[in-house]
């Protein structure tokens, strides 16, 4: 079957001729004397094209012309006029009229007229289908790229990541080795020393000011073994024993700890427990130093009070700890330095609180990250994995 055809005239031989002529070229024929007939055609049949009468009483032609565009913008209208003057073919083409037919018209002009239009609609319909089919299509690669670009991000960070915890490692494992010599090479002569500041000690009165000088003396010896001590903590794990062990009850245990020096910084203490992991395979006294670490570091950043943020939950691979603080945050130059060994922003420390921190967390295969903002605090994020 040929295209719908809607032809509206109030003159009944028009609409019988141009039915006769059309459907004698496989058109299919719709009629109606009167605009608002032709009106409730076109919303029923949604019409290819119609041929649309200039003057008619009621609704004139102009008037149906424009319901028509705007309404049914896929229906063309040719217009079928009695007056030739150029002012009104003007009028019907700046109304929306595909084109127009003067009255009495030829008959293969009327269906050359009809072809060409609806030659056209084909055109431009299929036009504008390309048209969205090409914005579809643009929105479509924009999410691509979106969804591209995010993906070159979130693996950008990742290796960003990944390559911090290999210059971490490398940093840790070259510090094992360091520290094992040092502290062989600089026991040996320290030894050497306090026992005979001892010896020097035993043979001065016991109130002089020489034996305040020893004491001293073996007071700084012992400093310096604390340190190496300390540095060999940061790269090397001591010995250590493996229970099962419940995080949230080392959480406990340390916070009761510190719980006078919360009161008398006036820090307010927000503990979350989203969900409680079971038990893991550890050391408890290196899960301790964990958070014994980060809660001091936390401390010292708010000896004016402020609030002090742990919060665990758990899924079915990782435990979440996240540690915060509202201190006055780590310079942003500074957030690659501090699991550094030796590293410190504090007047006084040697700068291996963190490092050590580092290296248990990486003994249990987790990870450790630090956020920070001047004007928010600093979180630390550790990740523990099960078994």
Known sequence: ???????????????????????????????????????????????????????????????????????????YVIMFTGKGSEEVAVEMMKAGASDYILKPFNNQDLIDRLENVLRIRSIEIHNRE?????????????????????????????????????????????????????AHEIRNPLNTISLFVQLLKGGLEKDSELTSYADKTLKEVDRIDDILVKLLAASKRPQYELHMVSLPNIIERVLDGVSEQLKAQGVRLEKEFVSLPPPILADASELEQIFTNLFTNSLYEMKEGGTLGVRLSHDGRWIYIAVSDTGKGIPQENLNKVFDPFFTTKTKGTGFGLSVVLRIVKTYGGRISVESDPCTGTVLNIQLPFG
Not at 25 to 38: L, N, R, V
Not at 131 to 139: C, D, N, T, Y
């Open 1 to 75: 079957m040929g295209e719908r055809i809607v032809v509206v005239d109030d003159e009944r031989i028009i609409l019988e001729l141009t039915s006769m002529i059309l459907r004698g070229k496989g058109y299919q024929i719709f009629t109606a004397e009167s605009a608002e007939e032709g009106m409730e055609l076109i919303e029923r049949e949604r019409p290819a094209a119609v041929l649309l009468d200039y003057m008619m009483p009621a609704m004139d032609g102009m008037t149906a012309l424009r319901k028509i565009r705007d309404g049914y913008p896929d229906t």
């Open 130 to 182: 390309l048209i969205k089919e090409r914005e579809r299509l643009m929105r479509e690669i924009e999410q691509w790229n979106l969804e591209l670009e995010r993906r070159v991000e979130e693996k950008s960070r990742e290796l960003e990541r990944a390559h911090a915890e290999i210059v971490q490692s490398e940093k840790l494992a070259a510090l094992g080795h360091l520290s094992a010599g040092m």
